[in-house]
């Protein structure tokens, strides 16, 4: 079977490694964000107890070969989340999501993080890494079109967020893109 290997991958001012037992109060905290509730389908309250199953997921997640995920820690702290997931290793795809905490926001640390978990993805053999984000979502939006992606498309009431069906924007960075500077 497939999967992707359990590295830590660094970068400039920071690293994207899995979550783990440390993790779990930020992870909830985060996960209380007004802002990333707006945009995700969590439980309401978010608990120590639903960081710990998301901890899990993840280390089941990787184990499947179907995806990957990584905290994203700058400055020693869980600032955010980033992974890979409905990966097919036949034709090479996977799709990414993210989310950043309020205390990661405004430093362009997702941008980077994206982009160099695309990298990765694509040194692991894939050529094709997709996003969906909400049309109303800008500031997922400006992170995936600075990271080097490429609007393909929207896809009309296709995710229930909350009580409502939204569109999503659809769009991808291929390994032949040109190499995005940061």
């Excluded at 905290?71 to 955010?80: P, T």
């Excluded at 997702?110 to 109303?136: C, K, N, P, Y």
């Amino acid at each position: 079977m497939e999967r992707f290997p359990d590295d830590i991958i660094g970068f400039d001012r920071g690293r994207l490694r899995p979550p783990g037992e440390a993790d779990l109060g930020d992870i909830r905290d985060a996960c209380n964000d007004v802002d990333i509730r707006a945009w995700l389908p969590l439980p309401v309250p978010y608990t120590l107890e639903d960081a710990r199953q998301f901890v899990e997921y993840t280390a089941a997640q990787l184990e499947s070969g179907r995806g990957i995920e990584r905290a994203v820690e700058s400055q020693g702290r869980l600032s955010g989340m980033i992974g890979l997931m409905e990966t097919n290793w036949k034709v090479g795809t996977t799709v990414a999501g993210y989310w950043l905490a309020p205390w990661g926001r405004g430093r362009g640390l997702m941008t980077t993080a994206l982009s160099v978990m695309t990298q990765w993805a694509f040194d692991q053999g894939l050529h094709r890494v997709e996003v969906r984000i909400a049309q109303t979502n800008l500031p997922s939006l400006g992170v995936a079109l600075r990271s080097g992606f490429r609007i393909e498309g929207v896809s009309r009431a296709s995710q229930r967020i909350g009580d409502a069906l939204v569109d999503m924007v659809i769009l991808s960075r291929l390994a032949s893109d040109p190499v995005q500077v940061l």
